[in-house]
């Protein structure tokens, strides 16, 4: 116990009171780079997939149509680790250390319970969802031969993505990293080997995908069962206790639904893709949602580190500190998305070579991809804005700013665009892509708005 205490006051000097703008970005540059690393499990695979002689274009758009069930899965250790870590990082905010360790011992169980549910539907129910979500008869075994291998090495997906938050709000922003700087690295050197060497195509990415992720489970369980970390996994804390795992939930809910909508989109854009353009519309759309990760993950990975200064000196009531950590946020976060999705817009060419070497793709993704990406240069204000609500325990405003942008607005944009534009006599497969900046455009205005009246001014207002 006295160690805890000792760490915990180590965490406070730090997140209390060092100077802001050092400590942010020694937070979230590794955490930002971490996320970069972490995409790469998923987006290396299509890369080296992509230019697989002769088949790439179709095993690249058996693997897009998998990534929804794959954004799923990452969607449910999103609901324990981003409900769970802030929750915690208030608790050691005032000094509730052991409350912060039932907080992690709940979460550890509900990671290891929604791995095994996970793995067993989506083994049983595989290919009439991958069906559902565009696999015409072409690309369907492609990927369920990623699949099948993939849903075997949830549980380490799961693991290492729920707890790598509760890392960084410690205050190891530099573990973090390394936690998935360790799998991603894996990944890259393991995919060539399998895909390549052994000829082993899809599957050889696949086996390649859930090794290095064992390795980073295994680095994790090693961190939080060590004497370096301020929480630990302790026995008595993985028995479920119901209002520990309310919280969780309740907070969990929104970066669930940020996710777990973005599996609901997807379905919509590959099925509308399959149907308006076909298979290589259908392999387009998995490069066009590869890039949009490369956009807005480096800026979610910065907010997610800073996150931490802003839940623990709101726990503390240290409220202009709050004000200007997320004063540093959001102009970072802006700044970033608008050279990331500049960069895209001025050389397409060069992002969809990454994942291609047929020219015909190339030239046929080179339009909808500028047109797809317009929207992000707003998405800045609006992770920022969401990670802060996140931070202060704004539960409920958080989720509907998640569901507004997905569900509310995209959602229904992506079917009912096309078909407007199918009335115009303009091209439909345009109006599924134009659906996107639309949905952006209004969503980051709509949460960067709510923000400044709602919690900008309680916090000034409050002391």
Known sequence: MEENKRAVGS????????????????LALPTALAQLVNMLYNIVDRIYVGHIPGTGSLALAGLGVTYPIIVLITAFSNLIGMGGAPRASVAMGRGDYKTAEKILGNCVTLLIVLSVALSVVFTVFGE????AFGASENTLPYAMSYLRIYLLG?????FTLGMTPFITNQGFAGTSMATTCIGAVSNIILDPIFIYGLNMGVEGAAIATILSQAISAVWVLVFFTGKR???RIRKVNLIPDGKTLALVLSLGVSPFLMTATECVIQLAFNTGAATYGGDSAVAIMSILFSVAQISNLPVQGFCQGAQPVVGFNFGARKLERVRKAFTIMLAVSVGITTVVVGAVEIAPQMFLGLFSSDADLIALGTAPLRI???GSFFMGAQLACQQTFLGLGEAKISMFVALLRKVILLLPLSIIIPRVFGAMGLSQLVGLYVAEPVSDIISATTCTILFFVIDWKKLKSTT
Not at 11 to 26: C, E, H, K, Y
Not at 154 to 158: K, M, P
């Open 154 to 158: 949830t549980i380490f997906v799961q």
């Open 372 to 374: 797809y990406m317009m």
């Open 11 to 26: 965490v406070d000097q730090r997140l209390g009171t060092a100077p802001l703008v050092p400590l942010i970005f020694s």
């Open 229 to 231: 970390s301020v929480l």
């Open 128 to 131: 009439p969802v991958l069906r």
